[in-house]
Structure formats: C-alpha cells, structure tokens
C-alpha cells in the first residue's frame, strides 16, 4: 500500500460511501441511538441511557465537518444529553465520552452558548466523582457504593480531556488537578512494567492504599483486554497534550510498542491478547481503530513517522477486512466486540468502532478536525 493510493482511497471512495450510508442511517435512526450490532447488517437501537450514545453524536459531529446538512441532526440530539444530566439517566465516569463527544463537539464546530453551558456541568459531574484520598476518578456505581468507590479503570483515560477542557473555559484549578492526578494514578497501578494494562484496579477509598487489579472486560485478571490497552496508547498522547509533561509520553510509547509487537497487526486483533489457546478469540476491530487513532497522536506528538506509518496500515487493514461493503449496510466496520466476558456485542459492529475508524481516516484525509485535543477555535466552521 503507498499512503498516497490510500489517502486518494479514503478522499475518493470509502468517506463518500461512508457519507451516504451515514445520512441514510439518520433517516432510518429517528430519535434513537445505534449501540452494537445484530451480527447482520444493523444496529441495535437504544435510547440515550449509556455511553456509547455519545459516539452516534461523535460520528455525526466529525461527518458535520464534511456535509453541512449532518450538523442539524447532531445539534437536534443535544437535548437527549441534557436530559440525561437532569435525570441523572446512568451518569458514571463516562460522563467524559458523552459530553465531549455531544456538547463540546457542538460548541467547537458552532460555538453555541448553551451547548458549552452543557458541556461545563457535565464535566462537573464528572469532577464530583473524583476521589482526593486515591487521586482517581471513581468508574462505575454511586460515590458512596462501597464495592464500587475504590474502582477505576484504563478506559477513564479518555474521559480526561473534558475535565482539562474544563480548567481551559473556566480557569478553576480542580478540574486541571483531578485531571493529571487521575492519570499518573492510572500510570501507577494500571500500566505494568511491559508497558501492558491492567482493565480496573482498586484503591482503598478512605487511604488511597493499594488493594489490586481486576479485570471486567478482558479475559483474565492478569491478561491483556485488547481495547483496554487501545485506550491507554490513545489516552496518554491526550494527557501529554493538555499538560505538556513527557512522562505521559513515555508511558503512551511503553503503551504503544506493546500493542504493536502483540497485536496480529495484518488482521483484526482479538478481544484478549492473552488468551488460553482453547479460548475462542474473537476478533474487535474496536481495538484496531482506536490504536489506529493513538499512534497517529503519537506520531503528531514525537515527530516519529513510524508511528503513523502503523496507525496507517492497520487502518488499511481495518478497510481491508472489516469494512462493510454491503449496499444496504448500517455499520461501518464488522468484527467488533463489546463485551465477551458477559456475552453481548460479539464479532458485530460497535459504534465506537465506527466512530474511531472514521475520525481516524478523516486525519488521514488531512481534516484537522478533533474533539479531545486542547485548541478548540481551530475546528470552527
Ligand atoms: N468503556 C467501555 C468499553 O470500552 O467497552
């Protein structure tokens, strides 16, 4: 593959076909929102009650840069978000995907008050769920749930640029320090010493003392959750770049080279890269699409071409052998999983997936559009 053939590939073929499948999609949606799919060639519908209704508004957003008439769609779903906050409809520390990925997307692209009004009261929710004695952000359950307060969890990376975006609009310090904190916590405990994660870990709540890790995702405790470490090789880049501090680097580098020396790399990686030989591996292009999009941060971040020379043939491959050709096709790439350990989303589309997949191609094309990274006038349309 030369970049240049593959770049003209995503400009001429595949971001045209992903548009018209796209706009069909809002027709087909209505008011709801796609999760993961039917193993066929649709999505399972939901309202907006979990985290991954925010990467339809995300998908919607990144096509808004590309096709005027997208933005009146994804503008029209921010009141779902509000209503959420209102009624506290599932509010966890995934509070930082869907509020980035609605509210914060729309104040960028349309510098809308209100939807930076939104924005700023979901990052202080997110914010109350900091916990001071650990110096983390508490993933799932209420503050004061007992088997939950002391948990968090490599995903909670990306969650972190609302927070910081958050310091950025308003100046308040805590959002900044919670932020950081939370993140060398994660380099800590959830970040082993062969640059592979862990998928959650627990602190005592009251002392902050380490109690240890636990997986609820990947296969084993002590395995390698594919898109857990998916998450860390495209979180560490985000916190280098809101704090500027190479640690963070270093870590997204640790992250990076194992996935890359791990991963099939020529084909979709499965869910676990520590699998018994028994274990049935299915694939998640998930995984791909976001490491897809770390690599190419990292690249952005260390000037080392090589990291997006990765980021590029693994999306090659991604368009190569999950991509859905399909005519009437809803999802874009096939062989995602979301959660194999409780049976559901197996070797189907995931909209997150999706949604990293496209915002990756788009930076590929030379789009300079992104909802995570600190400079938030140079998106406006
Ligand atoms: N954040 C949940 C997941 O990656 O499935």
Not at 81 to 94: G, M, S, V
Not at 265 to 273: G, I
Not at 325 to 339: I, K, M, N, P
Request: net charge negative.
């Amino acid at each position: 593959m030369s970049t240049l053939s593959f770049q003209d590939t995503i400009i001429n073929t595949i971001l045209p076909q992903i548009t018209t499948r796209i706009e069909r999609n809002i027709q087909q949606y209505g008011n709801q929102f796609p999760s993961y799919g039917d193993g066929n060639r649709k999505y399972n519908l939901t309202a907006n009650e979990n985290w991954l209704a925010s990467f339809w508004s995300g998908l919607l957003w990144l096509l808004c840069t590309q096709d005027d008439r997208v933005c009146e769609t994804a503008l029209k779903l921010l009141p779902s978000f509000e209503e959420r906050l209102d009624k506290k409809i599932r509010l966890n520390h995934d509070l930082g995907f869907i509020f980035t990925l609605s509210a914060r997307a729309a104040y960028q692209l349309t510098g809308d008050a209100a939807a930076r009004q939104l924005a700023l009261r979901g990052a202080d929710v997110l914010y109350q769920r900091y916990n001071p004695a650990g110096q983390y952000i508490q993933a799932w359950g209420e503050i004061d749930d007992p088997a939950q307060a002391g948990r968090f969890i490599i995903d909670c990376m990306m969650n972190l640029p609302l927070l910081f975006w958050a310091h950025t609009e308003t100046g308040e310090q805590k959002y900044y320090d919670a932020a950081i904190n939370h993140a060398r916590t994660s380099q800590q405990y959830l970040l082993r010493e062969d640059g592979s994660s862990y998928h959650t870990y627990y602190l005592n709540p009251e002392t902050g003392e380490a109690i240890g890790a636990k997986t609820h995702q990947g296969y084993a405790d002590d395995s390698l959750w594919s898109r857990g470490q998916a998450w860390a090789v495209y979180g560490f880049p985000m916190v280098a770049e809101w704090t500027g501090e190479s640690e963070f680097i270093d870590t997204a580098k640790k992250a990076a080279g194992r996935y890359l020396h791990d991963a099939p790399l020529t084909d979709v990686v499965p869910w676990d890269l520590r699998l018994p030989q028994n274990e049935p591996a299915y694939p998640d292009s998930s995984a791909d699409a976001i490491t897809a999009g770390g690599l190419l941060r990292l690249a952005d971040l260390t000037g080392d071409t090589s990291y997006r020379h990765h980021a590029e043939s693994l999306l090659h491959m991604l368009y190569k052998q999950a991509f859905d050709t399909r005519e009437d096709a809803q999802g874009l790439l096939r062989h995602g999983t979301q959660h194999a350990p409780h049976g559901y989303g197996i070797d189907t589309y995931t909209i997150f997936g999706d949604y990293f997949f496209l915002e990756a191609l788009l930076k590929l094309a030379g789009n300079t559009v992104d909802f995570w990274s600190p400079d938030i006038k140079k998106d406006t349309k």
